[in-house]
């Protein structure tokens, strides 16, 4: 995995997600590092060039777009987009959203 730019690890990302969501499971950076075959600290350093953020933190970031995209769509449960959104769990996933957005997701999506 050789990532330049920052669009080609958010799709890297993306991927990573996907991942996560098709077998029910938490993101994790440490995972994250396996998934894109790069060595943890190579993976700061990266994520620290194009980001200037922790590995951890560029995921969280991408986990919440996502969320907030997917919260649009009413048809989509809220528990649904905390799992597509690569949360473990419902509560992990309103805790971070709230501190991301300052509201609920359920408040989020009727504004």
């Given at each position: 995995m050789n990532c330049r730019t920052r669009e080609e690890l958010?799709?890297?990302i993306a991927d990573?997600?996907?991942f996560c969501y098709r077998g029910?499971?938490?993101a994790r950076a440490g995972e994250l590092s396996?998934?894109?075959m790069i060595d943890r600290h190579a993976l700061s350093r990266l994520?620290?060039?194009l980001f200037n953020l922790t590995p951890k933190a560029v995921l969280t970031n991408m986990q919440l777009v996502l969320a907030a995209r997917l919260l649009r769509d009413p048809t989509i449960a809220i528990d649904?987009?905390?799992a597509r959104a690569g949360f473990g769990?419902?509560?992990s996933f309103d805790r971070a959203f709230k501190n991301r957005f300052s509201c609920s997701p359920e408040a989020f999506?009727?504004?």
């Open positions: 958010e799709t890297r990573y997600l996907l029910r499971s938490a396996s998934f894109l994520a620290k060039r649904e987009v905390a769990v419902r509560r999506r009727q504004a």
